[in-house]
């Protein structure tokens, strides 16, 4: 690696951001506690909050009780200095949502508008972007841009499309959605972008797989708060390992592979559709559902068991299936457990911690992400 001796603009550039980011993840601090905890001199710190202020990102908060001299300011993000839009595209819907730059959720809406690789399609999900920011009543100049995730493996710059089976989009570009939405726009893959919002504000978790159990079944590996893409950005396509050879037909046209297993729509093909009516029934121990969701159950611990013995780290249950399985988390963590060569803990599995729109959301931190780097 070539060595290159930092210019002070950079030097400088590494101080604010790394002061920005304390704060970040803190409810308030003082000069003092940021001096200390970077190594930096008070002066250094002083100026460099002085120019975060004036930016507007952060903001005094009030004083700390002292038991002598003179009192220290607290200080704060400013969470709201910025905003950030994301889309969920799915087959039949666009779920949009707009989150400050903790990634607290604004405001979220779900429109039915079923995709269409059309110009009349594009168009309109532009529309829905306005209005929706219109309603929110927010100032446009403080929107960072629009994340758009969809069901779909991106090229390496991720302005493309390089393979889709759920939505008819291959070869698409983000030019087709950006020509009528006028900010930035940066494309995600639906699966990544939801497994980025499961880590977004833990400090001591860096390494997780998230399974997402939607209608297709996809996932993410996340390593030291990294996407790990592979190869060809096709990384965590969980939905298509072969979980019984020659098993069901899955919808790659493959045989046995885990979708045709664990796709949500076989809980919900029991109840017209509806994932919130079938966790309802299987709470209420309607026979149907638990025949389901016992067999489903089954195919669901192995590949959990299969994803912990590859990665050895946090399993998430995500997706909209995912999202209800909470009441049922002891079961899965045992069944899960019992699988296990080394382990008789499954305490490694849980439920995603994002119920609403986490998709959309990982998206719009895309935006917000590209924003505190820039700081
Ligand atoms: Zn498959």
């Given at each position: 690696m070539a060595t290159h001796r930092l210019n002070s603009m950079e030097v400088k550039?590494?101080?604010?951001?790394?002061?920005?980011?304390?704060?970040?993840?803190?409810e308030s601090t003082s000069i003092q506690e940021?001096?200390?905890?970077?190594?930096?001199?008070?002066?250094?710190?002083?100026?460099?909050?002085?120019?975060?202020?004036?930016?507007?990102?952060?903001e005094e908060t009030g004083l700390y009780e002292s038991t002598?001299?003179?009192?220290?300011?607290?200080?704060a993000c400013n969470r709201v200095a910025g905003y950030a839009v994301g889309l969920d595209v799915t087959l039949n819907h666009v779920g949009i949502v707009v989150i400050d730059l903790s990634g607290r959720i604004i405001k979220n809406v779900r429109n039915h508008y079923p995709f269409a690789n059309e110009e009349t399609y594009f168009r309109g999900v532009g529309k829905l972007v306005e209005d929706f920011i219109e309603a929110c009543q927010l100032d446009r100049s403080q929107?960072?841009?629009?994340?758009?995730?969809?069901?779909?493996?991106?090229?390496?710059?991720?302005?493309?499309?390089?393979?889709?089976?759920?939505?008819?989009?291959?070869?698409?570009?983000v030019r087709r959605f950006a020509e009528y939405i006028p900010y930035p726009?940066?494309?995600?893959?639906?699966?990544?972008?939801?497994?980025?919002?499961?880590?977004?504000?833990?400090?001591?978790?860096?390494?997780?797989?998230?399974?997402?159990?939607?209608?297709?079944?996809?996932?993410?590996?996340?390593?030291?708060?990294?996407?790990?893409?592979?190869?060809?950005?096709?990384?965590?396509?969980?939905?298509?390992?072969?979980?019984?050879?020659?098993?069901?037909?899955?919808?790659?046209?493959?045989?046995?592979?885990?979708d045709a297993y664990c796709t949500a729509r076989l809980l919900s093909d029991s109840t017209g559709g509806s994932i919130v009516e079938f966790f309802r029934l299987l709470g209420e121990g309607k026979k149907e559902q638990q025949a389901i969701w016992q067999e489903y159950v089954g195919y669901l611990v192995i590949t959990v068991?299969?994803?912990?013995?590859?990665?050895?780290?946090?399993?998430?249950?995500?997706?909209?299936?995912?999202?209800?399985?909470?009441?049922?988390?002891?079961?899965?963590?045992?069944?899960?457990?019992?699988?296990?060569?080394?382990?008789?803990?499954?305490?490694y599995l849980r439920v995603c911690k994002y119920k609403l729109e986490a998709t959309a959301v990982g998206a719009a931190l895309e935006l917000v992400t590209e924003f505190i780097d820039s700081i």
């Open positions: 550039k590494m101080n604010r951001n790394a002061i920005y980011r304390y704060l970040y993840h803190r940021i001096a200390q905890a970077l190594g930096l001199s008070l002066p250094t710190v002083t100026q460099n909050l002085k120019e975060l202020q004036e930016r507007g990102l952060i002598g001299g003179r009192k220290a300011k607290s200080l929107i960072l841009g629009v994340g758009i995730a969809l069901p779909a493996i991106l090229s390496g710059d991720r302005q493309t499309v390089s393979y889709a089976t759920v939505i008819d989009f291959k070869g698409g570009s726009c940066v494309l995600s893959n639906d699966a990544n972008a939801a497994g980025l919002t499961e880590l977004w504000g833990e400090q001591d978790i860096h390494n997780v797989v998230y399974l997402s159990l939607n209608n297709s079944v996809g996932g993410a590996i996340i390593v030291g708060n990294q996407i790990y893409a592979g190869q060809n950005y096709r990384s965590g396509e969980f939905g298509h390992m072969t979980i019984l050879p020659g098993g069901r037909t899955c919808y790659c046209g493959q045989k046995g592979c885990v068991n299969n994803l912990r013995m590859l990665y050895d780290c946090d399993v998430i249950l995500g997706g909209y299936a995912g999202a209800y399985m909470e009441e049922y988390i002891d079961d899965l963590q045992a069944l899960a457990a019992s699988k296990n060569t080394f382990e008789q803990d499954g305490s």
